[in-house]
């Protein structure tokens, strides 16, 4: 399991929503940066992923949430320009343990008005 915080097609670049945050993220692209031809990726993309060994939802927000909330009123003026979403990463082939999403983690998809996307890879 990984939470990650996504920042999609903005008009702001990844690199100046690093610099306005302050923060590295794990993924910084622009449109057409990794394969020019093709236009991958087809938007701006700007993403931090938790890094906890855990199954717990609430270990991966604790992961990300003190870095998010330092700059949450950048991220809500930043997404207000794209799309921010918060996915729940499962990687589980056996049963899926319950998914209890920490009330930090919904204020905080509330307050930039990112989607809690919740994806199963098999």
Known sequence: MRLD?????TD???????????????TELERGERNAALVLPRQNVWSLKSHVDSD????HWADLE???QEARDEFRE???TGTARLTL???????IPPLLIPPAMSEFAGFVNAVVEIDHLQ
Not at 18 to 25: H, M, Q
Request: hydrophobic letters at 35%; proline letters at 5%; aromatic letters at 2%.
């Open 5 to 9: 915080f996504q920042l999609l097609g």
């Open 12 to 26: 702001v670049s990844p690199q100046e929503i690093s610099r306005r945050t302050a923060i590295k993220p794990d």
């Open 56 to 59: 717990e939802v609430s270990e």
């Open 66 to 68: 003190s870095s998010l």
């Open 78 to 80: 930043i997404a207000k």
């Open 89 to 95: 990463v499962l990687t589980r082939s056996e049963r």
